[in-house]
Nanobody
C-alpha cells in the first residue's frame, strides 16, 4: 500500500519562503510521477507542479513559474516543493499525489494522495 505524508506548511508573510516535503511509503517510488496540488477555501483543487520519476520532465502552473521549484530524491522517497516569493493568493491546502507512469496536470489522473498541509500567506 502506498501512503503519502506532507509536511512543511505554515504561516508566512508575503515575500517569504516555505519548503514542503512529501514522503512516500511503499514500493516503487522511483517509478511514480509526483504532483503537487492546492485548494484554497471556496475554490476547486488546482494543479501546482509535477515531476516525472526521473526528474527529467517537470511542469508548473503559470502562476508559480519562476517562484516554485519541484524536486525529488528517490533515495529518500521524497518529493519537495520549494516556494519562494510567496503571495497571499498562494494560500491553501497543499497536497502531494502519485501515479505510475508519466506526469499529468489533472488531479483525477493521480492514484494516491496525501492528507495535505496548510500554507497561509499573510499580506
Amino acid at each position: 500500500q502506498v501512503q503519502l505524508a506532507e509536511s512543511g506548511g505554515g504561516l508566512v508573510q508575503a515575500g517569504g519562503s516555505l519548503r514542503l516535503s512529501c514522503v512516500v511509503s511503499g514500493r516503487a517510488f522511483d517509478t511514480y510521477a509526483m504532483g503537487w496540488f492546492r485548494q484554497a477555501p471556496g475554490k476547486e483543487r488546482e494543479f501546482v507542479a509535477a515531476i516525472s520519476w526521473s526528474g527529467g520532465s517537470i511542469n508548473y502552473v503559470d502562476s508559480v513559474k519562476g517562484r516554485f521549484t519541484i524536486s525529488r530524491d528517490n533515495a529518500k522517497n521524497t518529493v519537495y516543493l520549494q516556494m519562494n516569493s510567496l503571495k497571499p493568493e498562494d494560500t491553501g491546502v497543499y497536497s502531494c499525489a502519485a501515479r505510475p507512469g508519466r506526469i499529468y496536470v489533472t488531479a483525477g489522473e493521480y492514484r494516491y494522495w496525501g492528507q495535505g498541509t496548510q500554507v497561509t500567506v499573510s499580506s
